[in-house]
């Protein structure tokens, strides 16, 4: 077996489990990718067995280093943790590392709670890991494993707490991703939690709330949630108890819904947050932003405790303000005081449910038809109607649809549903009565309606209600406060409005056209604040001016990647071009990172962790230097780009036409532009087309066609073979434009064997020579690996084969490995680049052991 000491062996048996060797000490970030391995094939395990429906997510190694990072009191003496539904362990393992990492803890316990029979077995495994971890640091260790229901068994120890009026709280620490999953109101879990005092209609928020219950005074809590219980009456009670026990210190939340578990597809709004068990609260509450867990683009925000709950609020709203640009939209927001009872109004939802009126239903009017309204048939800030669309535009009026219908009068009606990703939550329309020869009208059960009880409103009403719905003020205010992608009829109760005759004014402006965003936000400005264009805390302004910029980028051809907000702020600050400044004053700076990220937090309110500078450098101003969007060290073209004053600086043409962006030259000037200046997309295939990937065969340099798996084979050679397959001969080396990079047919013919035809070879063969073992090896980037199939077809072209064979595949990444884990044939070897000291064998008890056709062959 040829392993150098300094790499780590697992191997895989036929039985469910992985069991995890060492040759080396574990160090805490070898402890977290061993964890996170288990945690990819226990994924996948659960998968299969439809673990969504049971509330089972099992947590990244990314987001759980993250929360393990936002505890503060890890120099204590003596630690105790629990981890309610701890899964495989990753959260546990996390907290361990970073307590190892901290080396000022003598004594640490740790309670996991898991009842699943197939996950215990790995998480006795992470516990175990962990002990070695601290024993190998002098940390006395102490686990245990409670197989029994969390939520059953605090209710236990709370009635015996009480009976005996002892102390419960046992933990100094608590970690947890609580499983996400509704309950019957008549079900045990229900009825348990009830007998601690709270009701809640999901299973997430009795985990967190039970979890408080356990820690110690001045305990820490971290956990990763849905967003959800933030707001709306299903958790009311649950805010309630918690942050009265628990003061808030820190939120995470995620831009994107899908990165922080991306294995998953989870779409769900998640967010970490941090609390501490006392009744004092802290003056400020950290709120983090990033895209995922592994970005390290952090927006900082620092909030004043009681702007994120309001302590005269009787539903203890927690108002999550990511940044200054939020709490100026929340205050201008609260000039508006008015509740739809104010105004004499009320929203409800529409009564025909499609499904169930289905026999009623038809596709056009017809006799004794009415019209029937879908968001479909929303169009411009009106109804259009009859719509080319599949779904029924007319509803039979009879006796037993009457109770589906109302009056054929002026309303305005909403979108009950939207995306995350689409440009308005609230969209909101003007059902014009006047446009309709009716007596009634049926409204789908996809929308709300605002009525005035059962009865229309004016047109001049419902314009100016609809005009403040659809205004950039307003969405930006729901999209803070609503973690979910609805938009009910109790969320649009509890919004405030403007006064009666307010919205009558903003109504007088409209005419039979509908404004443009830009035209209704002016309005708003205008009727409604009593603020200047010039106000430089105008958010409105801010907002847009960032989306103007995106709408740039996306012309220059930036792929999503890059059309993010912080893009978009260096592009401004690179323009020196603040909220309310117009394009054709757009200037070009010299200008470093640190003067681009100070720029974003003075006038645009985005305030950034200082030591997210290189992410900027990285992920934007690179990707700006390659599109020829700017220039770098225009003042001194020797000075090294490395340099701590390295300046950017936008280019001559690229401001030309930036000046004219919003004018009627723009779409002249961008045609120009691109014409002469290779868009991005082409200039990166063009890149990649002349940047091929240098190797080094026998002292000689060779090259692979650039991108696809060509990167994997370079790391087979530089990482894998060397460490490895030490001393090892290359005798083939595929590539992915070419027929082969490197064909030493010769040494293959000595070893006995003759190929026709390379279409079917390995990408990689490598005969080791101090075992005489011929090694081949799969790069899989798009391709499959070695399954049975293949594995099979391998034996048959080597048949002739002298020496013994062995067969590795080989990933860039764990995640990509999971893709493929069920199909790879046993008696093979797996090899991931981004961790290369580790190898996987599947089933056998020797590392890069050589098998052929079934029968072990020795060295």
């Known amino acids: 077996m040829i392993v150098p000491s300094s790499s780590r062996v697992f191997v895989a048996n036929h039985n469910s489990n992985l069991n995890f060797s060492s040759l080396a000490e574990v160090s805490s970030k070898n402890l977290l990718t ?156 229900r009825e348990l939690l009830r007998s601690i005092g709270l009701e809640t209609s999901n299973l997430y928020t009795g985990f967190m709330a039970a979890t408080a219950q356990l820690l110690k005074p001045k305990g820490e809590f971290v956990a990763i949630t849905p967003r959800s219980f933030c707001n709306g009456p299903y958790f009311r009670d649950f805010r309630k108890m918690f942050l009265e026990m628990m003061a808030l210190q820190q939120l995470h939340l995620f831009e994107s819904r899908q990165e922080a578990f991306n294995d998953d597809n989870v779409l769900q709004e998640t967010l970490i947050i941090q609390a501490t068990k006392q009744e004092q609260k802290f003056s400020n509450v950290i709120i983090n932003t990033s895209f995922g867990a592994k970005d390290d683009f952090i927006l900082l925000n620092s909030v004043p405790y009681a702007d994120l709950v309001h302590f ?20 201008r927001m609260s000039l508006f005081t008015c509740t739809l009872k ?47 669309t599949k779904k029924p535009q007319a509803i039979a009026h009879t006796a037993e649809t009457e109770k589906l219908l109302i009056p054929n009068e002026h309303y305005v009606l909403c979108k009950r549903f939207s995306s995350k990703e689409e440009k308005r939550r609230i969209v909101a329309v003007v059902y014009d009565a006047d446009q309709f020869d009716y007596a009634y009208v049926g409204f789908e059960n996809h929308l709300n309606y605002f009525h005035k009880d059962g009865r229309g409103l004016s047109l001049t009403l419902a314009r100016g209600l609809a005009v403040y719905l659809n205004s950039t003020l307003v969405d930006s205010f729901f999209r803070l406060f609503n973690g979910h992608t609805q938009v009910n009829a109790t969320d649009l109760r509890q919004l405030k409005y403007p006064t009666l005759e307010q919205l009558l004014s903003l109504g007088t402006e409209i005419k039979q056209q509908f404004p443009s965003v830009r035209e209704i936000d002016e309005l708003i400005e205008d009727k409604l604040l009593s603020m200047t264009n010039q106000s430089s805390n105008n958010p409105i302004a801010i907002k847009s001016r960032i989306d103007e910029a995106l709408q740039i980028l996306a012309y220059l051809g930036f792929p999503k990647g890059q059309l993010n907000d912080r893009s978009a702020l260096t592009l401004l600050a690179l323009l020196d071009l603040k909220p309310l400044d117009s394009w054709q004053s757009a200037a070009s700076p010299l200008m470093g990172i640190t003067p681009m990220m100070d720029f ?27 599109a020829a969007l700017i220039v770098v060290n225009p003042d001194d073209p020797s000075r090294p780009i490395n340099s701590p004053k390295t300046v ?9 036409l930036l000046r004219t962006y919003g004018t009627g030259e723009w779409e002249k000037s961008i045609r120009t532009y691109l014409a002469s200046i290779e868009t991005l997309k082409k200039q990166y295939a063009q890149e990649r087309e002349m940047s091929r990937i240098p190797i080094v065969i026998d002292g000689k340099i060779k090259t692979l066609s650039p991108g696809g798996q060509n990167i994997l084979i370079e790391k087979i050679i530089t990482d894998f073979a060397p460490r490895f397959t030490p001393g090892g001969k290359l005798i083939y080396i595929g590539d992915t434009d070419e027929k082969f990079a490197h064909f030493d047919e010769v040494a293959l013919t000595d070893l006995g064997v003759t190929v026709d035809s390379h279409g079917k070879m390995p990408d990689v063969i490598i005969h080791l020579i101090t075992s005489n073992w011929l090694v081949l090896i799969e790069a899989v980037t798009s391709h499959g690996p070695i399954n049975p199939k293949r594995k099979k077809e391998l034996e048959t072209l080597f048949q002739g084969i002298k020496v013994p064979l062995v067969m590795v595949t080989t990933f860039l990444s764990c995640k990509a490995m999971v893709e493929y884990l069920a199909d790879i044939a046993w008696e093979t070897d797996v ?29």
């Not at 997510?57 to 936002?70: D, I, K």
């Not at 090899?831 to 062959?857: P, S």
């Open 648 to 656: 950017y600086q936008i280019e001559e043409s690229a401001l030309e």
């Open 312 to 331: 005269d609020d009787p539903e203890q709203f927690i108002h999550i303000l990511p940044d200054r640009i939020s709490q100026q939209i929340v205050q």
């Open 600 to 626: 974003m937090a003075q006038y645009y309110g985005k305030t950034y962790k200082p030591n997210t500078r290189e992410t900027v450098r990285r992920q934007t101003v690179h990707q700006f230097l390659d």
């Open 342 to 388: 104010d105004l004499e109004l009320t929203v409800s939802t529409g009564r025909v449910v499609d499904f169930r009126a289905k026999d009623y239903l038809r596709t056009n009017s017809e006799k004794n038809t009415v019209p029937l309204i879908y968001p479909v048939n929303f169009s411009v800030g009106y109804v259009e109607h009859p719509k080319i």
């Open 831 to 859: 090899w991931v680049a981004e961790d290369a000291t580790h190898l996987i064998h599947f089933n056998g008890e020797y590392l890069l052991q050589a098998y052929q056709r079934g029968k072990k062959k020795t060295s």
């Open 34 to 189: 061993e964890v996170d391995l288990r945690r990819a094939v226990a994924s996948l395990k659960l998968l299969r067995d439809n673990k969504g429906s049971m509330g089972q997510f099992l947590t990244p190694a990314s987001v759980a280093e993250l929360m393990a990072g936002m505890f503060n009191r890890l120099d204590l003496p003596e630690i105790s943790l629990l981890d309610a539904g701890a899964g495989i362990g990753s959260l546990l393992a996390a907290f361990v590392a970073k307590v190892c990492a901290h080396q000022q803890t003598s004594s640490l316990r740790v309670v996991a709670y898991e009842i699943d029979p197939f996950l215990i077995g790995y998480l006795r495994q992470t516990l175990e890991l962990c002990e070695k971890q601290c024993q190998h640091l002098g940390i006395s260790f102490y686990y245990e494993i409670r197989e029994t229901d969390f939520i059953e068994d605090t209710v236990r120890l709370l009635q015996i707490s009480f009976l005996n009026s002892a102390n419960t709280p046992e933990f100094t620490h608590a970690i947890l991703n609580p499983p996400y999953l509704k309950i019957n109101a008549n079900s045990k879990v």
